[in-house]
């Protein structure tokens, strides 16, 4: 998929640097959503103007979208406004309605992006149509799900597609409405590096007071955009009330939002930066080889067990480690948790790797 055409290339993108995208969650009457999307460009430059038609709920009887109707009310926001449209659309029928009212760029939401049958549908609907198609990650931390959906639309033709982070749903309770797991959203740029990645702040944050510190992190690991459900009133709002912001704060929020370059043609910094990775490559080599020699001494550990019969977990022994370990680090300003997390991979190897060796016939 190396054709898919970076953000700058799209005819909807007119400015170079992290796109803004904005609107309502729903478009709940003519009125309201002209309303809002003027009050948007009236405060701030934005790529393009977002608004929810058909709703996917988590249970019936919520607002489920003004459906038909909702695209004729956009259309009239396009044309007056002068500014492209996006919204979401679930199935086949959708696609067509969206595209019969010059609906600009798609997106695919992520009760769809679970399903690779609705995804599979929209793609072939969308088969001989030129028109972007941006796609949230599934509701469950699944990469294989979320790249799936992308090769399914890139089969159908597409080539401007890009992907929207909007956070995982998760049992555990936390600050987020979704939590981030924001290497989730980098092991997908890894594995397509020129995928454009826009960050949904609103959908991850939950609260409105999350909305400027998520976007900010999104844009520090380079995303290329942000999508950021904006209402005129918001706490009357009905759909998404808790999450959306005015289109006051938008202005804020973006202008607040640190824009940080991820290159640069500065030869001094250039190098500076190649001494510091090469003294970073040197450390790395010696973890490495340190990481080596435990897991050797991890092996005679294992013979000796082997030859005394002793259990390949002992609990005392990794208690103390668990415990101990961690400390130390704080000491030395390394983060306690990143520690904790790092010693239960190296138990988990250590484990692996006795249990082998106690299994083994000695030669």
Known sequence: MKDIQPLESWSVVKNGGPIAIAGPCSAESEEQLMET????????????????????RTRPGSFEGIGEEGLKWFANVKKELNMPITTEVANAQHVEL????????????????????????????????????????????????WKGAIERIYGA????????????????KTQYRNIPMWKLAIALKTELPNLPLICDPSHIGGTRDLIYPVSQKAIDLDFDGLMIETHRDPDNAWSDASQQVTPKRLAEILNEVKIRKSTTDAEEVNNKLDD????????????????SQRMNVVNEIGDY???????????????????NRPEQAEKLGIGKSFMEQLFKLIHDESIRVQTKVVNTEKA
């Open 276 to 291: 510091l990775r090469s003294k970073i490559d040197r450390l790395d080599n010696e973890l490495l080889e340190v990481l």
């Open 37 to 56: 999307c003027r009050q948007i460009t009236e405060e701030i430059d934005i790529t393009m103007l977002r608004a929810g038609i058909w709703k996917p």
């Open 305 to 323: 067990k082997r030859e005394n019969n002793l259990t390949v977990f002992q609990a005392g022994r990794w208690i103390d480690i668990f415990q």
């Open 98 to 145: 969206a595209l019969k009212y010059g609906v600009d760029v798609l997106w695919i939401g992520a009760r769809s992006t679970v399903n690779p049958f609705t995804i599979q549908e929209i793609a072939d609907a969308l088969k001989g149509v030129d028109v972007p198609v941006m796609i949230k990650n599934p509701i469950n931390p699944d990469l294989a799900l």
């Open 157 to 172: 033709g597409i080539r401007q597609i890009a992907g929207i982070h909007r956070g995982f749903s998760s049992f555990e």
